[in-house]
Nanobody
Framework: VQLQASGGGLVQAGGSLRLSCAGS????????MGWFRQAPGKEREFVAV????????QYADSVKGRFTISRDNAKKTVYLQMNSLKPEDTAVYYC????????????????WGQGTLVTVSS
């Protein structure tokens, strides 16, 4: 599985962005898909994950109620809708694929995209 993240950019606090992660290969729907982020000077952290079918989702407490993860298996794409953005959401966002389901740890993911930068100005 190859993953290509896009949709990052510069946005003012309170604004919205939608990130996309396009997958390739015939087995995209076999993978749980997650989003992680890495802020400057910090370790990469879990943001959200969605199960293979899209029925199950899980979010980090810091984004719960503001971010929504979704997927379209026909398009082999996973999305992260980010609303009410805060300066502390500034980070490089990565999508990743987890064959086993809905992991929240980096070590559970087999494939990673290249990252897309989100900058939230105050």
């Amino acid at each position: 599985v190859q993953l290509q993240a896009s949709g990052g950019g510069l946005v003012q606090a309170g604004g919205s962005l939608r990130l996309s992660c396009a997958g390739s290969g015939p087995t995209f729907s076999n993978y749980g898909m997650g989003w992680f982020r890495q802020a400057p000077g910090k370790e990469r952290e879990f943001v959200a994950v969605i199960s293979r079918s899209g029925i199950t989702t899980q979010y980090a407490d810091s984004v719960k109620g503001r971010f929504t993860i979704s997927r379209d298996n026909a398009k082999k794409t996973v999305y992260l809708q980010m609303n009410s953005l805060k300066p502390e959401d500034t980070a490089v966002y990565y999508c990743a694929a987890d064959f086993r389901g809905v992991g929240v740890q980096e070590s559970e993911y087999e494939y990673w995209g290249q990252g897309t930068l989100v900058t939230v100005s105050s």
